[in-house]
């Protein structure tokens, strides 16, 4: 069975430039989450959608946005990059709209330059 | 709100010994914790969980103490191996909020 798949793996940006990741969590499940995990750091959360409505946000700028789609699977978007936006974006799916059996993608590693 | 750290950035072990890995959170009302261990280049792995109800859980090889009057918790993994050597985090929940997870504890183990 495949996993929560991210892409693109690598992507590398200006400053300025606008960013869609993507995300397609595990079969049946249909809550996907976003976290942000800078360098040495542990994730930080940014959304969480459920049947296709957001169910939380972090403390993120209005640059992110996020939606998800009626096959479940989802978009993070981030306008205006800053030099501090390189991270590791990690993609997170779980059965239900709780963080029970929750399940990481590999995530997608932007970098802005 | 929640925040979630952990008690050493870095741990070194011999093969063969125990490791244990503490974390400490600040919100009592935290129901659900959950181990990950992250290998360079990929994402949080699932280790084991814990729900506030109980004080431990064991696993392969892995073991986790919940204290919620001090409000820390620990892994433990028996007889580490070199495969073990992985950046370990724990993550806090309360009530299906997002998680908060700590900074992270490097696990070395050499042969």
């Known amino acids: 069975d495949a996993g929560v798949t991210q892409s693109p793996t690598h992507l590398i940006k200006t400053r300025g430039q606008h960013v869609t990741l993507r995300c397609s969590p595990i079969s049946g499940h249909k809550s996907v989450s976003w976290y942000q995990q800078v360098l040495g750091q542990g994730p930080q959360f940014i959304f969480q959608y459920y049947e296709k409505e957001e169910r939380g946000r972090g403390n993120f700028p209005d640059r992110f946005s996020a939606r998800q789609f009626p096959n479940y699977s989802s978009e993070l978007n981030v306008n205006a990059l800053l030099l501090g936006d390189s991270a590791l974006y990690l993609c997170?799916?779980?059965?239900?709209?709780?963080?029970?059996?929750?399940?990481f993608g590999s995530g997608t590693r932007l970098t802005v330059v | 709100g929640e925040s979630v750290g952990l008690h050493l950035p870095t741990l070194s072990v011999q093969e063969g010994d125990n490791s244990i890995i503490n974390c400490a959170y600040s919100?009592?009302?935290?129901?659900?914790f959950i181990w990950y261990k992250q290998e360079s280049g990929k994402g949080p792995q699932f280790i084991i969980d814990i729900r506030s109800n109980m004080d431990k859980r064991q696993g392969q090889r892995v073991t986790v103490l919940l204290n919620k009057t001090v409000k820390h918790l620990s892994l433990q993994i028996a007889a580490t191996q070199p495969g073990d050597s992985a950046v370990y985090f724990c993550a806090a929940n309360q009530a299906g909020t997002a998680l908060i997870f700590g900074k992270g504890t490097t696990l070395s183990v050499s042969s």
């Open positions: 919100n009592s009302a935290s129901d659900y």
């Open positions: 997170a799916s779980s059965l239900r709209g709780s963080n029970y059996g929750y399940t």
